[in-house]
């Protein structure tokens, strides 16, 4: 059984930050690569960062750019997200996805999916 789940979730007012955890299990991910997409009611669901497992590198859609560091701890299993100068936009359900070494902005491509977590950006 492969396992993500996301926590680090809730409410915080406009400005603010939160950070938000992924931990995996059922197999090893060192070769993986791991992202975080996000959907908001009515939208699709889009992509706002991804890392390398094993190489490190990050990539950023523009809207999380200079806002959202993503980072990974592999002896933990775990990848983070944190997310700075929130704004209203950012509200939505945020989720954690998984796929083979081969970073994409693309849904259908990652494999696996927690089940995703309430992001609520208010004033």
């Known amino acids: 059984q492969v396992r993500l789940v996301e926590s680090g979730g809730g409410l915080v007012q406009a400005g603010g930050s939160l950070r938000l955890s992924c931990t995996t299990s059922g197999r090893t991910f060192r070769s993986a690569v791991m992202a975080w997409f996000r959907q908001a009611p009515g939208k699709e669901r889009e992509f706002v960062a991804a890392v390398s497992w094993s190489g490190g590198r990050t990539y950023y859609a523009d809207s999380a750019k200079g806002r959202f560091t993503i980072s990974s701890d592999n002896a933990k299993n775990t990848v983070y997200l944190e997310m700075n100068s929130l704004k209203f936009e950012d509200t939505a359900v945020y989720y954690c996805?998984?796929?083979?070494?081969?970073?994409?902005?693309?849904?259908?491509?990652?494999?696996?999916w927690g089940q995703g977590i309430q992001v609520t950006v208010s004033s």
């Open positions: 996805a998984a796929r083979r070494p081969g970073v994409t902005m693309r849904v259908d491509d990652y494999d696996y």
